[in-house]
Nanobody
Framework: QVQLVESGGGLVQPGGSLTLSCAAS????????MGWYRRAPGKQRELVAT???????KYADSVKGRFTISRDNAKNTVYLQMNSLKPEDTAVYFC??????????????WGQGTQVTVSA
């Protein structure tokens, strides 16, 4: 009964910018950590950035200084602002959230993924 829906992916040239959004809906009591992960072709899924419900953030070294994660707790939404994009940022980006509800307690939920392609 919980859904995470991502949006904002697409094709962008190197050096360009994109903003990803992920909205959580359904049976939600509280949302703890939220984050973004990505899986590049032929590689394992990796952490991109996380944010606590208090606003503390962590980033992968490869995106520090270029990506910014933020959230709007009133809208149950997490964002990923991606600047100075590089071809190696090409991947499927997945939203993740640790959500507490009355049915399952605290569980990790994933979005369906959104493709980001950085190419000239």
């Amino acid at each position: 009964q919980v859904q995470l829906v991502e949006s904002g992916g697409g094709l962008v040239q190197p050096g360009g910018s994109l903003t990803l959004s992920c909205a959580a809906s359904g049976s939600i009591f509280t949302i703890n950590d939220m984050g973004w992960y990505r899986r590049a072709p032929g590689k394992q899924r990796e952490l991109v950035a996380t944010i606590t419900n208090g606003g503390s953030t962590k980033y992968a070294d490869s995106v520090k200084g270029r990506f910014t994660i933020s959230r709007d707790n009133a809208k149950n939404t997490v964002y990923l602002q991606m600047n100075s994009l590089k071809p190696e940022d090409t991947a499927v980006y997945f939203c993740n959230a640790d959500i507490f509800n009355a049915f399952r307690g605290t569980s990790a939920y994933w979005g369906q993924g959104t493709q980001v392609t950085v190419s000239a």
